[in-house]
């Protein structure tokens, strides 16, 4: 069941408020376009002041030229970040905007009809909260396998198609709770000031799966006394790329997610700890005894997570 913020609740008067998107892009122009045009279809309130601004990151394909011929309801521009990093550009969307709210959409997302809605809705009943997170649903097509929809025991996590969903009730979230990702945050652009930006010590770099920039950012915000607010009505769906389904992308998301992860929650501590040896040792056997397909697959994730884990603790001294 979907949640929709009242309206009747909505503080009055009702005031203007200035959204700038932010769509960070690398050679995936096709996705983008996509979501561009789910942009072009949400219906945008009488007071949201909306502008898009796309970082189009060191790509090499028919991004700019693309997105300079796309017809937008709203004003948009393209601006080029040739050092390829996911913080590098975003930084860079930062540094340029100066709207009340950034609003971030990944590349392969689509926004519901009442994105725009409901965010607007969500800022006049909580305009003490800094920063705002919504759902993110995989955008199913239905020939996905069985075991992509598995919630047992032995479902596969991190999971394949990015996804957030804390159910169906407004909800702070504090620093031990499950963060949401960078694709889905509706930020004032003050806390960029209180809080710093991104970090360039992590991140993606093309499409490489490093992660964990968005975690380390929002971890940072809420040690600074920064609330974040879960609204479930604010939905995006995230595009299903069948390549993530196969056990190589799954295998290398694992690790690096894991690694990101672990450098963002123990940035100052040393060495590995005794117990991931363990329990690397403990899925190690589990994989050679496992007598089906999907137990090798589940444990072979947590191997590769460990290891990622085992990664994180071990690079901590480059985080910065």
């Known amino acids: 069941m979907r949640c929709f913020l009242p309206r009747q609740e909505v503080t009055s008067p009702m005031q203007t408020q200035k959204f700038t998107i932010v769509i960070c892009t690398h050679n995936r122009v096709a996705l983008l376009l996509r979501t561009l045009s ?19 990151n060191a ?19 393209c601006i080029i970040e040739p050092i390829a990093g996911k913080s590098l550009a975003l930084n860079r969307a930062i540094a340029i905007t100066h709207s009340d709210y950034a609003v971030f959409i990944d590349d392969d997302h689509r926004v519901a009809l009442d994105f725009f809605e409901q965010t607007q809705a969500a800022i006049q009943l909580y305009p003490d909260k800094s920063i705002l ?14 075991w992509v ?14 996804s ?16 949401p990702g960078g694709g889905d945050l509706v930020i004032k652009l003050g806390v ?3 809080v710093g930006q991104f970090s360039v010590s992590m991140g993606p770099i093309g499409h490489d799966l490093a992660g964990g920039e968005d975690s380390e950012f929002l971890l940072r915000a809420l040690k600074n006394g920064e609330q974040i607010h879960y609204i479930p009505s604010i939905i995006q769906y995230h595009y299903v790329d069948p390549e993530r389904l196969k056990f190589n992308y799954l295998f290398k998301k694992s690790f690096q997610r894991s690694r990101s992860i672990t450098l963002a929650r123990n940035p100052e501590k040393t ?4 117990y991931l040896w363990r329990k690397l040792a403990t899925y190690t056997i589990k994989v050679i005894f496992a007598f089906n397909t999907r137990l090798i697959r589940f444990y072979l ?17 480059n985080f910065k």
């Open 164 to 179: 957030f969903d804390l159910g169906d009730m407004p909800m702070t979230i504090g620093i031990t709770d499950e963060l």
């Open 271 to 274: 060495g590995i700890p005794n």
């Open 38 to 56: 789910s942009i072009n279809d949400a219906y945008v309130p009488t007071h949201s002041d909306v502008d898009i601004l796309i970082v189009a």
């Open 59 to 77: 790509c090499t394909d028919a991004t700019v030229d693309e997105v300079s011929s796309f017809y937008s309801k709203l004003p948009l521009r």
């Open 133 to 146: 997170c919504g759902k993110i649903i995989p955008d199913w097509t239905g020939t996905e396998p069985d």
């Open 301 to 317: 994730m947590r191997v590769a997570s460990t290891l990622g884990e085992i990664e994180g603790f071990r690079g901590h001294s």
């Open 192 to 194: 960029f000031h209180r």
């Open 149 to 162: 929809q598995d919630t047992g025991d032995f479902r596969i996590f991190p999971p394949p198609i990015p």
